[in-house]
Antibody, heavy 121, light 110 residues
């Protein structure tokens, strides 16, 4: 069974940094590209970033480009999101999701339960 | 403002057929396949339709998808109370070099 478990969510001050993790199990992690998606309270899903199977290719939404960094450690079957210069509008549930293929696309076939990040003074 | 446009809400009575539209442009829906996601209250999003019209294993055939040009739609026939959820379309955008989601449609079963 595919399982994705996010961790690292917290309450953080504006301007602060946070690192989210996503531990994968139940599949061959380095067969899949991976994504981060978020959902602010009361709003819709927003795609943030993707990383291909070996980490050589990454892509970001304009809203987080230059502030967030996606990475992965295939030896640990783990995905990460380093979030810097956090803003109040970054408050959201953050989900990691598996891509159907190794290169990345828009077919996210498994999702974690999410971790809550609250940016507030 | 989402790149893909969906109606914010839709509704139907049990047994009815409802459709949810998703409108984009040549750089996204017009050049890529569309996926649909269902988010039931309190649960993680779930892939409902992939590659315009394919159902993952376990998704009932009451759910179907279609695409024409730069628009796509999700149809749900034989509406059931457990279908009450938020539905999102998504695709790849060549101009933005990333995934784009619709704003989501909240489906209410009356």
């Amino acid at each position: 069974e595919v399982r994705l478990v996010e961790s690292g969510g917290a309450v953080i001050l504006p301007g602060g940094s946070l690192r989210l993790s996503c531990r994968a199990s139940g599949f061959t992690f380095d067969d899949s590209a991976m994504h981060w998606v978020r959902q602010p309270p009361g709003k819709g899903l927003e795609w943030l970033s993707l990383i291909n199977w070996d980490g050589a290719m990454t892509s970001y939404a304009d809203s987080v480009k230059g502030r967030f960094t996606i990475s992965r450690d295939n030896s640990k079957a783990s995905l990460y999101l380093q979030m810097d210069s956090l803003r109040t509008e970054d408050t959201a549930f953050y989900f990691c999701a598996r891509d159907l293929g190794p290169g990345g696309g828009s077919t996210l076939d498994s999702w974690g339960q999410g971790t809550l990040v609250t940016v507030s003074s | 403002q989402s790149v893909l446009t969906q109606p914010p809400s839709a509704s139907g009575t049990p047994g009815q057929r409802v459709t949810i539209s998703c409108s984009g442009s040549n750089s996204n829906i017009g050049s890529s396949t569309v996926n649909w996601y269902q988010r039931l209250p309190g649960t993680a999003p779930k892939l409902l339709i992939l590659r315009n019209n394919q159902r993952p294993s376990g998704v009932p055939d009451r759910f179907s998808g279609s695409k024409s040009g730069a628009s796509a739609s999700l149809a749900i026939s034989g509406l059931q109370s457990e279908d009450e959820a938020d539905y999102y379309c998504a695709t790849w955008d060549d101009s933005l070099h990333g995934v784009v989601f619709g704003g989501g449609t909240k489906l209410t079963v009356l």
